[in-house]
């Protein structure tokens, strides 16, 4: 396999909670695999469910035995449907587009959802409300079993009785005066944020836990994982900077794999004190806070780098000035030394960076990670804690995921969302190719960059794009698991001439990868210069901003080559891909627009498909700036893309289906991106 640095091996090994750099490898393993999509995907450790970055992740990774489970679902153990945990990996991969392998699985779409008479997530009862598009049914139409089965995610669904599994019990209130030892169940954790709790059970007591009243639901602990040059100049943020935008003040936390102590992240000059001011680790059985996959110093980077080595320390091809640079780091490590996380750590760390955001003053979070979508985001305790960060006054940005060339469930790549990126609150990320023009009109959506509408709750996404392809950033260093296994990713300096560069004229400083995990940390630093020029917007404020002024360039349709498999794909730039466009940081600073200030007044809208006469319109909730025609309406805020989309999306089934599309096992960006 050709590991130039055009193609990025991010998610290679990772655990659950990955990158979403591993799209293009996954397209790679689907060739390979052929059917094997539930082996590839696959990537659990013990009965946790695994999140992946936004990067993609290598056909290496292992299958692991998925739980099984009694009661309700079967009084017989049986091998879960979706095959084997899901998880969110870090959206990246190496500079190419990637493909991202998806799993398909049988679970049916639109269990009832029961009625909570205090979402977790939702503290704000002006919000906005946006109801999954599978509706709700009646408490009072349903059986007691059906109560109980409907407070259990899809994916515990056939778990092995007699092992015990990691859950996380969401209560309808406070999960304080909660004790389930009764049944079984052994508290690890309290997820206060959400009303939850990280409990251990037998998957034979998970009906008995279930049919508590102020039960609201349950779901597995599942993982994750990690899922500048002409990337500077493509979003305007040259522009920016030149006007002395350059994010001073603004604290944004990374929830990644953790963030190393490199020049470029010190003071001017790099001079002490190191602006990443704090750092935390919340990975399972490890304190340690050193970035050991080496893709958190990399989104770091291109969130706050200064450029310090390549402009005073040596010679290099460009200059790698990240958009905000100099904004603090809050490091709150998540992913494992191979990428992988679990729910419940990423909760916890969102927790921790609310209770620190008026410390040091953290306005924006960036979630470059994702994993799979087995319920409405309603539902969802991920989603959930990311709601409660966006109503605490905090930009929550997540990537859109490595999926965008899976069409194991027919649908071209649509309906590929990860999670918390369904949500339709935060900010959602793909990723765009420069083409290494620097150029905003150069811009085309990349083949591995996951499309809308969301599975369950067909929520409009993405909600922007941004450079993700080939992007150098900075190198943790030359020991983390990334660039031992792809030592091509390094970027080294050159000669006084620039006419050649390698390792004979010193060591790598910075590394080259692709994915929406490093189209992600553009829009976080976006969002920092924004509330730096304007520090009373709140997030749905800087949301609508983003989203309305946008570059909306993009032609109907283009082309792009996974440089792994050879296939090429043509992709329809409609509004499921580029969502309302290309982030614009200069038009963006320039525009004086505000939406409300309400909660939840920008939540994306949700697109509903016409059978009857083969059309998709877009409904905004009630209260939402969608439903202004005149200053915030679709023209205005998606332009050309909107009518756009006689593809496969438009009447497809599994699309407006009831149906997870990719399935139960690993989740989103599956290794490195090897696409264009």
């Known amino acids: 396999?050709?590991?130039?640095?055009?193609?990025?091996?991010?998610?290679?090994?990772?655990?659950?909670?990955?990158?979403?750099?591993?799209?293009?490898?996954?397209?790679?393993?689907?060739?390979?695999?052929?059917?094997?999509?539930?082996?590839?995907?696959?990537?659990?450790?013990?009965?946790?469910?695994?999140?992946?970055?936004?990067?993609?992740?290598?056909?290496?990774?292992?299958?692991?035995?998925?739980?099984?489970?009694?009661?309700?679902?079967?009084?017989?153990?049986?091998?879960?449907?979706?095959?084997?945990?899901?998880?969110?990996?870090?959206?990246?991969?190496?500079?190419?587009?990637?493909?991202?392998?998806?799993?398909?699985?049988?679970?049916?779409?639109?269990?009832?959802?029961?009625?909570?008479?205090?979402?977790?997530?939702?503290?704000?009862?002006?919000?906005?409300?946006?109801?999954?598009?599978?509706?709700?049914?009646?408490?009072?139409?349903?059986?007691?079993?059906?109560?109980?089965?409907?407070?259990?995610?899809?994916?515990?669904?056939?778990?092995?009785?007699?092992?015990?599994?990691?859950?996380?019990?969401?209560?309808?209130?406070?999960?304080?005066?909660?004790?389930?030892?009764?049944?079984?169940?052994?508290?690890?954790?309290?997820?206060?944020?959400?009303?939850?709790?990280?409990?251990?059970?037998?998957?034979?007591?998970?009906?008995?836990?279930?049919?508590?009243?102020?039960?609201?639901?349950?779901?597995?602990?599942?993982?994750?994982?990690?899922?500048?040059?002409?990337?500077?100049?493509?979003?305007?943020?040259?522009?920016?900077?030149?006007?002395?935008?350059?994010?001073?003040?603004?604290?944004?936390?990374?929830?990644?794999?953790?963030?190393?102590?490199?020049?470029?992240?010190?003071?001017?000059?790099?001079?002490?004190?190191?602006?990443?001011?704090?750092?935390?680790?919340?990975?399972?059985?490890?304190?340690?806070?050193?970035?050991?996959?080496?893709?958190?110093?990399?989104?770091?980077?291109?969130?706050?780098?200064?450029?310090?080595?390549?402009?005073?320390?040596?010679?290099?091809?460009?200059?790698?000035?990240?958009?905000?640079?100099?904004?603090?780091?809050?490091?709150?490590?998540?992913?494992?030394?191979?990428?992988?996380?679990?729910?419940?750590?990423?909760?916890?760390?969102?927790?921790?960076?609310?209770?620190?955001?008026?410390?040091?003053?953290?306005?924006?979070?960036?979630?470059?990670?994702?994993?799979?979508?087995?319920?409405?985001?309603?539902?969802?305790?991920?989603?959930?804690a990311v709601e409660s960060a966006w109503q605490s006054g905090i930009v929550v940005v997540a990537a859109a995921g490595n999926m965008g060339e899976y069409n194991g469930a027919g649908t071209q790549g649509y309906a590929t969302i990860g999670a918390p990126g369904n949500d339709p609150y935060v900010i959602t990320v793909g990723a765009t190719n420069t083409h290494g023009s620097g150029t905003q009109a150069a811009q085309t959506v990349t083949s591995y960059s996951s499309k809308g509408p969301t599975t369950f709750d067909h929520v409009v996404k993405p909600d922007l794009v941004a450079p993700g392809n080939a992007v150098v950033s900075l190198l943790a260093s030359p020991n983390t698991t990334l660039i031992t296994e792809y030592p091509a990713l390094s970027v080294f300096p050159c000669n006084g001439s620039g006419t050649s560069c390698g390792s004979q004229y010193g060591p790598a400083n910075y590394m080259q990868m692709s994915g929406t995990s490093m189209a992600t940390p553009v829009v976080s630093g976006v969002a920092a210069l924004l509330v730096q020029q304007n520090p009373s917007l709140t997030p749905d404020q800087v949301k609508a901003r983003l989203m309305k002024t946008a570059w909306k360039g993009f032609g109907q349709y283009t082309t792009a080559t996974d440089l792994g498999s050879g296939v090429t794909y043509t992709i329809e730039q409609d509004m499921f891909a580029v969502g309302a466009g290309a982030v614009d940081a200069s038009a963006a600073l320039a525009n004086t627009d505000l939406a409300p200030p309400t909660v939840g007044s920008a939540m994306s809208p949700t697109a509903v498909y016409d059978s009857t006469n083969n059309t998709v319109s877009i409904t905004g909730a009630p209260g939402t700036v969608w439903t202004n025609p005149n200053v915030w309406g679709n023209s205005v805020v998606w332009g050309n893309s909107v009518v756009w989309g006689n593809s496969v999306v438009w009447g497809n089934s599994v699309v407006w289906g009831n149906s997870v599309v990719w399935g139960n096992s690993v989740v989103w960006g599956n290794s490195v991106v090897w696409g264009n």
């Not at 450790?45 to 292992?62: L, Y």
């Not at 998880?87 to 269990?111: D, E, R, V």
């Not at 109560?147 to 309808?172: E, H, T």
């Open 1 to 384: 396999m050709d590991l130039s640095p055009y193609k990025n091996p991010e998610n290679k090994q990772g655990g659950p909670l990955k990158t979403t750099t591993w799209g293009a490898l996954i397209a790679f393993s689907l060739l390979v695999a052929g059917l094997g999509l539930n082996s590839y995907f696959s990537h659990s450790h013990g009965n946790s469910q695994v999140i992946e970055t936004a990067a993609n992740i290598s056909p290496s990774q292992s299958s692991a035995d998925a739980s099984v489970g009694r009661g309700l679902y079967g009084s017989a153990p049986r091998r879960n449907a979706l095959g084997s945990a899901s998880t969110s990996q870090p959206q990246f991969g190496l500079g190419a587009n990637g493909a991202n392998g998806i799993q398909s699985s049988a679970l049916t779409y639109g269990n009832p959802l029961l009625p909570m008479a205090t979402r977790p997530g939702l503290k704000d009862p002006s919000a906005p409300q946006q109801d999954p598009a599978s509706g709700a049914a009646p408490a009072g139409a349903m059986s007691p079993q059906a109560l109980i089965a409907a407070k259990i995610a899809p994916d515990l669904q056939g778990i092995d009785p007699q092992k015990p599994v990691d859950v996380i019990v969401q209560f309808r209130k406070s999960s304080a005066i909660s004790d389930l030892t009764a049944d079984g169940a052994s508290l690890k954790s309290d997820l206060s944020l959400i009303h939850a709790q990280l409990v251990t059970v037998q998957g034979s007591n998970l009906n008995a836990l279930a049919s508590h009243s102020e039960v609201a639901y349950i779901s597995p602990n599942r993982k994750l994982r990690g899922a500048m040059d002409p990337v500077v100049t493509a979003v305007n943020a040259d522009i920016a900077y030149a006007n002395g935008w350059d994010g001073t003040g603004v604290g944004v936390a990374i929830l990644d794999s953790g963030v190393g102590y490199v020049d470029d992240l010190n003071s001017d000059g790099n001079a002490s004190p190191s602006r990443v001011v704090y750092n935390q680790s919340f990975v399972p059985g490890d304190t340690s806070t050193t970035d050991a996959y080496g893709h958190g110093t990399h989104v770091a980077g291109i969130v706050a780098g200064n450029a310090y080595d390549s402009t005073s320390l040596n010679t290099y091809p460009n200059v790698y000035r990240g958009i905000a640079p100099e904004a603090n780091i809050i490091s709150l490590r998540v992913l494992d030394a191979n990428g992988a996380s679990v729910d419940s750590a990423v909760i916890a760390a969102i927790q921790q960076a609310i209770a620190l955001q008026n410390t040091y003053n953290i306005r924006v979070i960036n979630l470059s990670l994702s994993r799979g979508v087995f319920e409405s985001y309603t539902l969802d305790p991920l989603c959930q």
